[in-house]
C-alpha cells in the first residue's frame, strides 16, 4: 500500500494524484470538456467533475483528479445551490414570493427533452426557494435543492403557477455539497500554479487550487483505523472491529456510506456501514472504493 501522509504535508505530485479543485466553470464548454483540460493540465491519468453543468452554465464545479475520481460518488446525493434569472413574460406579479414559497418541499419534474436521463416523472425536493431582486419582467432567484434537479424546468413551471410564463435565463451554480462559491479558483489559478511548481519549485499557488481529496468527504461519517488494518482494505478486506480505533459517525444508519482514514487523516476507503463497531466480530463497513 502507498501511504499518501497527513492531507496538509503532501508533496505536490502526490496532491495533484488524490485531489479536488473547486473550478469556477466559465461559459462555453461541457463539464465534461473542463475536466479533460485539468486532467491534461494536471498530467494525472485521470479527472471527474461533480454534476453534469450545461456548456453556458457557469460556477462550482468541483473536479477529482487521479485516483480520487473514485470517490466521485459522494456528489451523487450532495444539495446544489443555484442563481438564475427568472425571465417572465408579463410584469412581476405581486404575489411572486408567496408563489416561490409553495414551491419548497417534494416537487414533481419530468426532464426536458434535451436531457441526458429519461423522460419519467420523478420526485426532487427544493430546499429553499427565494428572489434575490425583482425588477418589471426580470426576477434573481436564488435555488437549493436535490441533486438532479432541473432549473429550467423549475423556472418553467414557475411562469405557470404565476400566470405569466416564464424561462430561464442566466444560471450559475453557486454550491455542491459542501464546496462554494466562496472558495472557487479558475483554470487559469490552475494553470499558474502548476506553472510555478514546475519552472521554479514554488507549490504556494498550487496547494491553494489545489486541495487533499479528503475535503470531498468530510461532510460523511467516519472511522479511523489502525495502520495494520488499512493495510488489509488496500487489499480488499472489509472493516473489522478490531481494526477500529475511533468513530465519529454522528446518526448514521445501517447502509448509510462512510469513510474510513488512518491516524494521520488519510483516505482508505468509502463503504456502508452494515455492523456495530462496538461489537467483538463480524464485518462494520463492506467496501464500496478502495482510495489507496
Same mark, same amino acid.
Given at each position: ?44 491519468a485521470?479527472? @471527474?467533475? *461533480?454534476?453534469? &453543468? ?6 462550482? /464545479?468541483?473536479? !477529482?483528479?487521479?485516483?480520487?475520481? +473514485? $470517490?466521485a ?8 445551490g ?8 408579463a ?24 436531457? @441526458?436521463? *429519461?423522460?419519467? &416523472? ?6 429553499? /426557494?427565494?428572489? !434575490?431582486?425583482?425588477?418589471?419582467? +426580470? $426576477?434573481l ?29 442566466d ?13 472557487l ?31 470531498a ?12 488494518a ?5 487489499e ?28 494521520d ?28
Amino acid at each position: 500500500m502507498r501511504e499518501r501522509g497527513p492531507p496538509d504535508d503532501r508533496d505536490p505530485e502526490t496532491l495533484l494524484e488524490f485531489g479536488v479543485v473547486n473550478l469556477d466553470k466559465p461559459p462555453g464548454p461541457s463539464a465534461h470538456q473542463v475536466a479533460a483540460w485539468v486532467r491534461d493540465a494536471a498530467d494525472v491519468a485521470r479527472a @471527474a467533475h *461533480a454534476g453534469t &453543468l450545461d456548456p453556458k452554465v457557469t460556477g462550482c /464545479l468541483p473536479i !477529482l483528479t487521479g485516483t480520487a475520481t +473514485r $470517490a466521485a460518488q459522494v456528489f451523487d446525493e450532495s444539495r446544489k445551490g443555484y442563481v438564475s434569472e427568472l425571465e417572465l413574460h408579463a410584469p412581476a406579479p405581486n404575489d411572486l414570493a408567496e408563489t416561490l414559497a409553495e414551491f419548497e418541499g417534494p416537487l414533481y419534474q419530468k426532464p426536458p427533452r434535451k436531457s @441526458a436521463v *429519461a423522460r419519467r &416523472l420523478r420526485v426532487r425536493e427544493i430546499f429553499s /426557494l427565494e428572489a !434575490l431582486e425583482v425588477e418589471d419582467r +426580470r $426576477a434573481l432567484i436564488d435555488v437549493e435543492c436535490e441533486s438532479g434537479t432541473y432549473v429550467r424546468k423549475l423556472c418553467h413551471d414557475l411562469g405557470l403557477a404565476l400566470g405569466t410564463g416564464a424561462n430561464m435565463g442566466d444560471l450559475r451554480r453557486t454550491k455542491t455539497g459542501t464546496f462554494d462559491d466562496a472558495s472557487l479558483v479558475t483554470l487559469h489559478d490552475l494553470v499558474d500554479g502548476l506553472a510555478f511548481w514546475r519552472e521554479d519549485g514554488d507549490a504556494d499557488l498550487l496547494r491553494e487550487v489545489v486541495q487533499p481529496a479528503e475535503r470531498a468527504l468530510e461532510h460523511l461519517p467516519g472511522l479511523t483505523v489502525a495502520p495494520s488494518a488499512a493495510r488489509e482494505i488496500a487489499e480488499g478486506a472489509p472493516v473489522y472491529p478490531p481494526g477500529i480505533l475511533e468513530t465519529d459517525l454522528g446518526a448514521a444508519d445501517e447502509g448509510d456510506l462512510v469513510a474510513s482514514y488512518t491516524p494521520d487523516g488519510a483516505a482508505v476507503c468509502l463503504g456502508h456501514l452494515v455492523g456495530d463497531p462496538a461489537a467483538d466480530s463480524g464485518v462494520v463497513v463492506e467496501l464500496e472504493r478502495v482510495l489507496v
